[in-house]
């Protein structure tokens, strides 16, 4: 009786320990996230002091400053649109050529020995094979418009790494709308 009480007392202090652990991680990936979207807000508002952007959208969690305005119809949910893009890791709060990590715009240096890679990329919305913070931040824009799309990692890779860019890590894209079809 002595050894079973003991047993249940261990396999419930280890299950105890096991759902502390799993609050603590839970409270820090929030704690991160946090602080990743307080780097995204002090970036949107130095581009909007120094007039970089000329307005900002929200959309769930993606925040897109529009750097160029561009015409006609808004990209719906079900559209289809084509654009140049500059992928960046945004740990450091800013964007610039030290942290990006992919881009298709043969304007932009880029060493690669496959230059088919500088074509744009054609994209159905309906599809959702974008991370859902570019998913979400591609709503609205426009032809002819330019823009920056950052977003926490909580709406990018999440917990897988790729390449040089650390899971859960905040992204942020220069995009170069080129069609919007819907």
């Known amino acids: 009786m002595k050894a079973s009480v ?4 261990g396999v419930s202090l280890c299950l105890l320990s096991l759902a502390l652990c799993a609050a603590c991680k839970k409270e820090e990936r929030a704690l991160m ?18 007039t ?3 307005r900002v959208e929200y959309n769930g969690g993606s925040v897109r400053l529009v750097l160029t305005e561009g015409k006609d119809v808004d990209l719906n949910s ?21 942290n990006m990590f992919v881009t ?12 088919t890679v500088f074509q744009p990329v054609r994209v159905n919305m309906a599809e959702g094979v974008l991370m859902e913070g570019l998913q979400k931040g591609l709503q609205g ?11 926490s990692g909580k709406y990018g890779l999440g917990k897988q790494r790729l390449g040089t860019i650390p899971a ?6 220069h995009l170069w709308i080129q069609t919007v079809e819907n």
């Open 52 to 54: 970089t952007a000329v």
């Open 6 to 9: 003991r047993i249940a007392a």
């Open 141 to 151: 824009v426009r032809a002819g418009e330019e823009c920056y799309i950052v977003f």
């Open 104 to 115: 298709n715009n043969p304007d932009l240096t880029w060493n690669v020995s496959d230059s």
């Open 78 to 98: 079900r559209g289809t649109v084509t654009f140049l893009y500059a992928g960046y890791d945004f740990t450091s709060g800013s964007i610039n050529k030290a």
């Open 168 to 173: 859960n890590a905040p992204l942020a894209f």
């Open 33 to 50: 996230f946090a602080n990743q979207e307080t780097k995204i807000e002090s970036f949107v508002n130095k581009c909007l002091a120094d």
